[in-house]
């Protein structure tokens, strides 16, 4: 089963600053990586799949990188809205795909 | 537009069967394009795979629910269901149902591009 690691746990940023949230994979998983925002309370939402692709309605002040097995979120001028856990999810392998720890990205 | 919506109990006592429904609109559950798919997340942790649903019946379930789990669907009303049997506190969660794209090159899933705002469950007597 490949594992997927986040780091950091908590990221601590002010609003209107970026943010960088790393997602490694145990092993290569192409480029067969997404990206979830979960505010409090709600479902996660779908922001990057592809590894690079936004999805739809995604602002472009989000954007993701890497292939292989380590990758990148990152979150250029931080709104309220933002703050929220970031979740990365596998899909290469299957059975089955599995979800990062997260990433809690609050306010400074 | 798409959406989801689960429903069932909030509360189970142990050793019963917490049973939810995912009732889908927007797009068939009949489609080819998609996996109908069950995830949790227990108080504090992360989101965790339970098992999806295709069209055509077939299912997966996670290793760890498997002796446990039931997942089937209504195709009549567009809906699918989550059946897990002898529950105990630590099924306590919130339980979203999610469509899983289907990738044509793999026949696997691939990511999820729509949930359901999620039924959190408790379990106690």
């Known amino acids: 089963e490949i594992v997927v690691t986040q780091s950091p746990a908590t990221l601590s940023v002010s609003p209107g600053e970026g943010a960088t949230l790393s997602c490694r994979a145990s092993?290569?998983?192409?480029?067969?990586l997404a990206w979830y925002q979960q505010r409090p309370g709600q479902a996660p939402r779908l922001l990057i799949y592809?590894?690079?692709t936004r999805a739809t309605g995604i602002p472009a002040r989000f954007s993701g990188s890497g292939s292989g097995t380590d990758f990148t979120l990152t979150i250029t001028s931080l709104q309220s809205e933002d703050f929220a856990v970031y979740y990365c999810?596998?899909?290469?392998?299957?059975?089955?795909?599995?979800f990062g720890q997260g990433t809690k990205v609050e306010i400074k | 537009q798409e959406q989801m919506q689960e429903s069932g109990p909030g509360l189970v006592k142990p050793s019963q069967t917490l049973s939810l429904t995912c009732t889908v609109s927007?797009?068939?559950?009949?489609?080819?394009?998609?996996?109908w798919t069950w995830i949790r997340q227990p108080p504090g942790k992360a989101l965790e795979l339970i098992g999806h649903?295709?069209?055509?019946?077939?299912?997966y379930y996670s290793p760890s629910l498997k002796s446990r789990l039931t997942i089937s669907q209504d195709t009549s009303k567009n809906q699918f269901s989550l059946n897990l049997r002898s529950v105990t506190a630590a099924d306590t969660a919130v339980y979203y149902c999610?469509?899983?794209?289907?990738?044509?090159?793999?026949?696997?899933?691939?990511?999820?591009?729509?949930w359901g705002q999620g039924a959190r469950v408790t379990v106690s007597s």
């Open positions: 999610a469509r899983a794209l289907f990738d044509y090159w793999t026949g696997y899933p691939d990511w999820f591009d729509t």
């Open positions: 927007g797009s068939s559950i009949s489609s080819a394009d998609y996996y």
């Open positions: 649903i295709y069209y055509n019946g077939s299912t």
């Open positions: 092993q290569s998983i192409n480029k067969k």
């Open positions: 592809g590894a690079t």
């Open positions: 999810q596998h899909y290469n392998i299957w059975p089955p795909w599995t």
